[in-house]
């Protein structure tokens, strides 16, 4: 009963006010309902904001209450007011960034930790408090700093101008902490700040310099402008340098053609992460599956990681890995890469037909993880759904494994229609409400009518 809880506070909350609506026309002060904003503690008149917050327009009746919380003598109760009001009316942005704006000079730090979130809900209208955003990152409290990286990301391109001070915090002796959050900020900024990013490539920190390229991986093509200047990358003496650098081109993709000869070279790396990222990066720019053979010997690599890495890439590469289908089911015996094994199989896909009846025997495996995804493979070399359908649906009685078979069958979409009858069961009838979200995915994927017809949106 207690995950309704929040709910039933909401609906009596809305209940007690309205009810009360035509009576307090004729009293001063406040309805009743809303007084819990002028509650001796603060928790009391937060929670009270929040609560309106939560209910966005419908709680339109509050704002000249929720205005006069804007002056409260608690800051975090300010800020949250201040959302409130953006959450039922949206108005001008230029109402409510003095209040955020003196939020984020609090002498409290908890004050100013509230205020970048509430700056963020206002996206590129927020730019005019992206230099105080951008003052924040220098912050004693790594709360706030936090807090400044992920609304300055949220805002995105109107904050480019910010991505120097968010590659500055490389420096920052917490940055182990706040790394990717820097790396996420910087890629939702987009194509703007690739030429910053593409220079920071060739500092001599190392933060820097694989911050950096992950945020241009993290753009994908938009970095292509930066492609030479991560082919540069791919010669620095430092693993991390080079693996983020070839990695990034991989995601830039056809865009990064001409960098494909050092990605070639680099399919003979030292090391076997680099091997590894290059014949995938070669196979995603050319789409010519010419370095199979490099994760076919790395499949043999005694490290497990090593193994485990080459089976992912071949998966990616799905049909175009066609020659490495028997090396992959070898590892049906490997007891570290055996599931590995299996998922790689069914995204290769038809071409790995040959083994289909070892996956078969699987499904009478005690391991259920193994039935599970063996079921699953199934369905994608050979298309047939009975079996496969059969099994998942046998794995929603499973604690262990019941939410990734919800999962399978919604990435099944229609050819899982046959499933259909037992998820609409499950979602009326289960007091989950985490499993029946789920579900709920799995039958919009399946049978999208299916799910209006449920409600589900």
């Known amino acids: 009963m207690s995950r309704f809880l929040p709910f039933l506070f909401v609906v009596a909350f809305v209940t007690t006010l309205h009810a009360q609506e035509g009576d307090d026309k004729k009293k001063k002060g ?13 928790a009391v008149r937060y929670r009270a904001a929040e609560t309106l917050a939560q209910l966005g327009p419908t709680a339109k009746f509050a704002l000249p209450e929720l205005r006069e919380t804007l002056k409260d003598k608690n800051g975090v ?83 480019k101008e910010t991505a ?24 939702n900024m987009g194509d703007g700040v690739v030429p910053t990013l593409g220079e920071a490539l060739a500092h001599k920190l190392g933060e820097r310099r694989r911050v950096a390229a992950y945020a241009l991986g993290s753009i994908g093509p938009g970095a292509a402008p930066a492609a030479n200047a991560l082919a540069k990358a791919l010669m620095h003496e430092d693993l991390a340098t080079r693996q983020l650098a070839v990695r990034a081109l991989g ?27 290059a014949a995938l990066a070669a196979w995603l720019i050319s789409g010519e599956a010419k370095h199979v053979g490099v994760l076919v010997k790395d499949l043999g690599d005694e490290s497990p990681n090593v193994r485990d890495n080459a089976c992912q890439s071949l998966a990616q590469m799905k049909a175009a890995a066609k020659d490495a289908v028997d090396p992959v089911a ?43 995804w063996s079921a699953f493979a199934l369905w994608q070399i050979t298309g047939e759904t009975k079996m496969t359908i059969k099994v998942l649906e046998e794995m929603l009685g499973s ?5 990734q078979a919800i999962t399978l069958l919604g990435d099944m979409k229609s050819a899982a229609k046959d499933a259909l009858p037992t998820l609409i069961t499950i979602y009326r009838e289960d007091d989950d409400a985490s499993f029946r979200q789920a579900v709920g995915v799995a039958i919009k994927k399946i049978d999208p009518e299916a799910a209006m017809k449920l409600g589900i949106r």
């Open 30 to 42: 406040p309805p009743e309902g809303l007084k819990a904003l002028q509650h001796p503690d603060a």
């Open 77 to 159: 109760v300010r800020v949250k007011a201040a959302e409130a009001i953006w959450k039922i009316e949206q108005p001008a942005p230029s109402t409510l960034m003095p209040v955020l704006l003196a939020a984020l000079r609090d002498k409290d730090f908890g004050v100013r930790a509230a205020a970048p979130p509430v700056i963020a809900l206002f996206g590129a209208k927020a730019k005019p408090a992206v230099p105080a955003l951008a003052e924040a990152l220098k912050d004693k409290e790594v709360s706030v700093k936090l807090s400044a990286i992920a609304a300055l990301g949220d805002i995105g391109p109107a904050a």
């Open 164 to 187: 120097g001070d968010l590659l500055d915090l490389t420096s920052d002796k917490e940055f182990f902490l706040l790394e990717p959050f820097v790396g996420a900020a910087l890629a």
């Open 251 to 277: 995601k830039i993709g056809p865009k990064a053609k001409s960098t494909l000869v050092q990605i070639e070279n680099a399919t003979s790396d030292k090391d076997a992460a680099i091997r590894i990222e």
């Open 330 to 372: 070898k590892l049906l015996d490997d007891k570290d890469l055996r599931i590995r094994a299996i998922i790689t199989l069914g995204e290769i896909g038809k071409p790995a037909e040959a083994h289909a009846p070892r996956l078969t025997k699987l499904l009478e495996d005690k391991d259920g993880e193994a039935k599970l």
């Open 399 to 403: 604690e262990l494994h019941d939410k």
